[in-house]
């Protein structure tokens, strides 16, 4: 089983995570557990003040290391002792590295993940430092939080579990899975709308099919995302 622990100011949002579809289903099935840490229930003040201002002036807020630390080596402890050897702690943020398939594939080799999401203008610089080993970037955008780049890594990171799809065929073939973008899909009526499922799809020849699927994958990938194939080119 994996262990997911999530630092959160707001633990409510996960639960549309571990309550809906592909990632709610394999939480069911034990394939992981996912534990929030609400870095307010370490403050020490009968505030549970978590944000200060930035030293040297600024706008916005920051989020105070110690909370956050206490939090991280609560995480830290849970995962010890539920006997996870390979963990590794990751800060969402839009300074990190950007996440692709590859990166996600690689991310889930760890037995544990914790995972802190920042808010305001993000995290004290130490927090970093001491606690963290490496940040990840769901793309050149800024949000106001980490809580749904951590959805969206843990989403594309379960349905790579085994048994959390049920047809895993599905996931390997999947777009950014071979270094290309997936061909189209259909599926019933034959006809709809004046527009017909391409012929090859309805004579069951296998190896026709996939003929014409990778044609396809690999057409809608030079018009659309010619960088993959670049990249694709340079890998092999
Ligand atoms: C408003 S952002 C802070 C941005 C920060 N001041 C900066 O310029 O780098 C608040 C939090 O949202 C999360 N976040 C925002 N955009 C993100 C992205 N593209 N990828 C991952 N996390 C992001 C981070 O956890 C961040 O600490």
Known sequence: MKRFDVITLFPEMFSALTQSGVTGRAEDRGIYDLVCWNPREFADDPRRTVDDRPYGGGAGMVLMPDPLVKAIDSAKKRQAGSGVRNSTTIYLSPQGRLLTQQLVEEISTYDGLILLSGRYEGV???????????????????????EL????????????????????DSVVDESHSSGTL???????????????VPE??????????????????????RLRRPDLLKTKNSDS
């Open 200 to 221: 090859v799809l309805l004579g069951g020849h296998h190896a026709q099919i996939k003929q014409w699927r990778n044609k396809q994958a690999l057409e809608r990938t």
């Open 149 to 168: 780049p951590v959805m969206v890594l843990l989403d594309a990171i379960i349905r790579l579990l085994p048994g959390a799809v049920n047809h895993f």
């Open 124 to 146: 004290d610089e130490r927090v970093i430092e001491t606690r963290v080993n490496q940040e990840v970037s769901i793309g050149d955008y800024v949000l106001s939080g980490g």
């Open 182 to 196: 997936e061909y189209p899909q259909y599926t019933r009526p034959e006809i709809f709308e004046g527009h017909r």
